[in-house]
């Protein structure tokens, strides 16, 4: 079956330095999603890519969408305490009868100290 | 997500038992499901509903059964209840209509079984 895989797992920075989180599917995605989750809070979702080779930001958090559709990547600059969270990227399942579930990578946990 | 509700938010129960978790949304939206989430191992679908009579087994539902008993409540039963059964479960909704839909989380509920 499709598989998302997310790299690395875990992450601490320091404050005010960038992070990238790696998003690779086993499958060619019609889109990516990325959500966010805070601790003790639910996944929210922050943006879809569609294109290939898409590039979308959202202040600090750049988001891109490979050529070949297979992978994806957040990017942080400057890193803010507000950033901690758990970061998912998520794409539609190749099995289901339908494009309309999602398969979500296993997340990167980030921690900012400050 | 306070248009999408869960009872209980925390619950602990023994071996055996029988649980339900309901879910309920205020968003109109016509797609339900029910993930669950296990430290590092990201969201797994349980079970997914893309109208009150189209019900479809996600990727774990074994040990599981849903119930949508209107457009805006999905409920999910243990039947015997297990404990590596033990996990937040996520219900989350999505419009439909698009290729693939943006997901809104309820807050979670954190089940124990003992």
């Known amino acids: 079956g499709q598989q998302v895989m997310q790299i690395p797992q875990y992450q601490h920075v320091q404050e005010g330095e960038d992070f990238t989180t790696y998003c690779n599917s086993s499958t060619t995605l019609s889109n990516i999603q990325w959500y966010k989750q805070r601790p003790g809070g639910h996944p929210v979702f922050l943006i879809q890519?569609?294109?290939?080779?898409e590039v979308k930001k959202q202040k600090r958090l750049t988001f891109q969408f490979g050529e070949a559709k297979k992978n994806s990547s957040l990017h942080i600059t400057a890193t803010q305490t507000t950033d901690v969270g758990t970061y998912f990227c998520?794409?539609?399942?190749?099995?289901?009868?339908?494009?309309?579930?999602?398969?979500f990578g296993s997340g990167t946990q980030l921690t900012v100290l400050p | 997500d306070a248009d999408v509700t869960q009872t209980p938010r925390n619950r602990i129960t023994k071996t055996g038992k029988r649980i339900m978790l309901e879910c309920s949304q205020t968003k109109g939206h016509d797609r339900m499901y029910w993930y669950r989430q296990d430290p590092g191992l990201g969201l797994q679908l349980i079970y997914y509903s893309f109208d009150v009579k189209d019900i479809n087994k996600g990727e774990i539902s074994d040990g599981y059964s849903v119930s949508r008993q209107a457009q805006a409540k999905f409920s999910l039963s243990l039947e015997s209840a297990i404990p590596n059964q033990t996990a937040l479960y996520f219900c989350?909704?999505?419009?439909?209509?698009?290729?693939?839909?943006?997901?809104?989380f309820g807050p979670g509920t954190r089940l124990t079984v003992l």
């Open positions: 998520a794409g539609p399942a190749a099995t289901s009868g339908s494009a309309r579930q999602l398969t």
């Open positions: 890519l569609v294109k290939s080779g």
């Open positions: 989350a909704t999505s419009v439909g209509g698009a290729r693939t839909d943006t997901q809104y």
